[in-house]
């Protein structure tokens, strides 16, 4: 069974420039949750989804970040304009969310680095 | 409020030592659900376990055993005869039954020594 896929996997761009992180849950799963690890401020979630609908998006740092879910098999994560303090690693991570508590699965990270 | 406390931030052991990774939790439900993840050097991060908060059976899983004690709030993971691919940072997490919400502890990063 196919996992948690993002893309891409590296990212490598300009200060100013407008980035664009993918994510395609696992398939059934209803609730979708962007992630930024960082060495400074550890695994910091930045917005959830639950049936494509966002839910709390109280952890987005600021209004440069946007985040999508157009259908239960796509989320986006924009950041417009990107600063090297955006640079970091985004996780995307869906449950069932069926039952309370479900785990949460990781996709594989899109590695962010902003010159 | 909910709380994750890994106090341990670095272990490093020798091949074949057993080692005990610390969680300690907070949380005013009665209903939660603990969580251990393994962070590989690799990047990804993987799902070992979920245990939820009626459950205090310890469990066991081939090297790896999880102690479960709601009376200390504590939610330990041992690795028994570790092994260099252990090496990696472990995150403990509590998720309550009223949200979705995932609460990270900092992590523990192993390293195994060969």
């Known amino acids: 069974d196919a996992g948690v896929i993002q893309s891409p996997r590296h990212e490598v761009t300009e200060m100013g420039q407008e980035v664009t992180l993918r994510c395609k849950p696992i398939?059934?799963?209803?609730?979708l949750f962007w992630y930024r690890q960082t060495m400074m401020r550890g695994l910091e979630l930045l917005i959830y989804?639950?049936?494509?609908?966002?839910?709390?998006d109280s952890g987005m740092p600021e209004d440069r970040f946007s985040a999508k879910m157009p259908n239960a098999s796509f989320s986006t994560l924009k950041i417009q304009p990107s600063e090297p303090r955006d640079s970091a690693v985004y996780f995307c991570?869906?449950?069932?969310?069926?039952?309370?508590?479900?785990?949460?699965?990781f996709g594989p990270g899109t590695r962010l680095t902003v010159l | 409020a909910q709380k994750v406390t890994q106090a341990q931030t670095e272990i490093s052991v020798v091949e074949k030592e057993d080692v005990t990774l610390d969680c300690v939790y907070e949380?005013?439900?009665?209903?939660?659900?603990l969580f251990w993840y393994k962070q590989p050097p690799s990047g990804e991060l993987v799902f070992l376990i979920r245990r939820n908060s009626f459950d205090e059976q310890n469990e066991i899983s081939g090297r790896y055993s999880w102690n479960f004690q709601k009376s200390t709030s504590s939610f330990n993971f041992t690795i028994t005869a570790s092994q260099v691919v252990d090496s990696a940072v472990y995150f403990c997490a509590l998720r309550s039954n009223t949200g979705n919400q995932f609460y990270f502890g900092t992590g523990t990063s192993l390293t195994v020594i060969p």
């Open positions: 991570a869906s449950s069932l969310e069926i039952i309370k508590g479900d785990t949460q699965y």
């Open positions: 949380t005013r439900d009665t209903t939660y659900y």
């Open positions: 989804f639950n049936n494509n609908v966002p839910i709390d």
């Open positions: 398939s059934g799963h209803n609730s």
